[in-house]
C-alpha cells in the first residue's frame, strides 16, 4: 500500500516535470527554424534552365554556357544578311522570333549582340557594317517587346566561324550572336 500512495503521490510530480521541460525544447526548435536565414533561389537559375531548354528547340540556333552565368547564342543560319548589307534573311528573322520567343517576360537580364562580317572589303568598313548589323537586330528585338537592356557591338571579321576563303565561309561568317547574362 505503501508503494501504492508513493507512486500516487510522485506522479503528479513527475508528469508536471515532463511538461515544464517540453515547452522549452519545442520552443528552441521553433526559434532554430525561424532564427535560419531563408535561402533565396537565384531567380536566374530557374530562368536560365528554362531559357536554355526553349533556345535549344532552335535548330538554327548553337546554344553554350562558357559559364554559369552567361549563355552564348550563335545563329547558324548561310546568309544572316546580304553580302554588303544590314537586310536580314527570312531565316536570320525566324531565329530572331524564336529568340525574342524564349526572352519575353525575363527583366534580370542583358543581351549582348555581336555583329560579323566576312573578311571581304575594308576592315574599317567591316566594322562599321557588323555594328550596324547588331543594330537592325538589337532594334527588331526591341520591336518585339523585349524589356531587358540589349545592346549592340560590332567585330568586322576579327572572329570567323569558317574559312573566308570560300563562299559559303563568308556567308557564314557574315552573322549574328549573342551573349546573354543576368543584370548585375
Not at 508528469?15 to 515544464?20: D, K, S
Not at 524564349?102 to 537580364?109: D, F, V
Not at 549582340?113 to 526591341?142: C, F, I, W
Request: a negative charge; hydrophobic letters at 40%; proline letters at 7%.
Amino acid at each position: 500500500m505503501k508503494l501504492k500512495n508513493l507512486f500516487l503521490l510522485l506522479a503528479p510530480t513527475v508528469f508536471l516535470v515532463a511538461c515544464e521541460t517540453t515547452p522549452p525544447v519545442e520552443k528552441a526548435a521553433e526559434q532554430t527554424v525561424s532564427s535560419q536565414p531563408e535561402i533565396q533561389e537565384n531567380p536566374w537559375v530557374a530562368s536560365k534552365a528554362v531559357l536554355l531548354e526553349q533556345l535549344r528547340l532552335n535548330p538554327h540556333l548553337r546554344v553554350q554556357e562558357p559559364d554559369d552565368q552567361s549563355i552564348y547564342v550563335q545563329i547558324r543560319s548561310t546568309n544572316s544578311f546580304n553580302s554588303s548589307g544590314t537586310t536580314p534573311s527570312a531565316q536570320l528573322l525566324e531565329s530572331l522570333d524564336g529568340i525574342a520567343n524564349a526572352l519575353e517576360g525575363l527583366e534580370q537580364i542583358q543581351v549582348e549582340v555581336a555583329g560579323h562580317t566576312d573578311n571581304v572589303g575594308n576592315p574599317q568598313k567591316n566594322m562599321e557594317l557588323s555594328a550596324a548589323r547588331a543594330q537592325v537586330v538589337v532594334d527588331y528585338l526591341v520591336a518585339k517587346g523585349l524589356a531587358m537592356p540589349i545592346t549592340a557591338v560590332g567585330y568586322g571579321s576579327e572572329k570567323p566561324v569558317a574559312s573566308n576563303n570560300t563562299r559559303e565561309g563568308r556567308s557564314v561568317n557574315r552573322r549574328i550572336d549573342l551573349l546573354i547574362t543576368p543584370q548585375p
